[in-house]
């Protein structure tokens, strides 16, 4: 049985769940589009703070129910220096406002409703309290950043990559 490489163990007599396989291994079967996302998530990230960049990863990630992206995501921020704290805080943000910066807040907001599209446009006044927090370029920066990770999300969860692998960076 695969396992993950969390270095907990289950409680006595118990025993963790097989790991899925995966469906598809789209960036071998597809190498060109692998790269071309490579290129993208590369010029996205220019100029974002790491924090920032990663606590949208992160929380793209999870409204999308993309568990490779969670771990990875999960993994820099935490190689990065960001807090467990924080992290575990993410996906209830909005009820712990107190651990996030405003601009970070402003990227949250951002990041729920372009990655929730079905639920209508991304409303004016996110947008704007975005604007507010980020300069044009860098607000186009996080909008990128935002568009890739749901790319990501989707190639993960389609293809239904295992989490517990990833090593931090290991795709930097």
């Given at each position: ?13 118990a ?12 960036a071998?079967h ?9 290129r ?25 129910h ?18 467990l ?67 990501w999300n ?17 795709y930097?």
């Amino acid at each position: 049985m695969t396992t993950h490489t969390d270095t907990t163990t289950p409680p006595a007599g118990a025993e963790y769940a097989p790991e899925r396989p995966a469906r598809l291994e789209w960036a071998k079967h597809a190498p060109e589009v692998y790269k071309a996302m490579v290129r993208l998530e590369s010029a996205a990230r220019k100029g974002l703070d790491p924090t920032l960049y990663e606590l949208v990863k992160i929380r793209a990630s999870q409204i999308n129910h993309c568990a490779f992206c969670i771990d990875m995501h999960t993994k820099d921020a935490l190689a990065a220096g960001e807090s467990l704290e924080r992290i575990v805080q993410l996906s209830a943000w909005d009820e712990s406002r107190h651990f996030y910066t405003e601009k970070e807040i402003a990227a949250l907001e951002l990041t729920e409703a372009v990655t929730v599209l079905t639920d209508g446009f991304v409303p004016d006044e996110v947008y704007d309290n975005a604007a507010k927090h980020f300069e044009e370029g860098e607000l186009a920066q996080v909008i990128a950043a935002i568009t890739a990770i749901n790319a990501w999300n989707r190639f993960g969860v389609t293809c239904r990559m295992a989490p517990g692998h990833y090593e931090p960076g290991q795709y930097k």
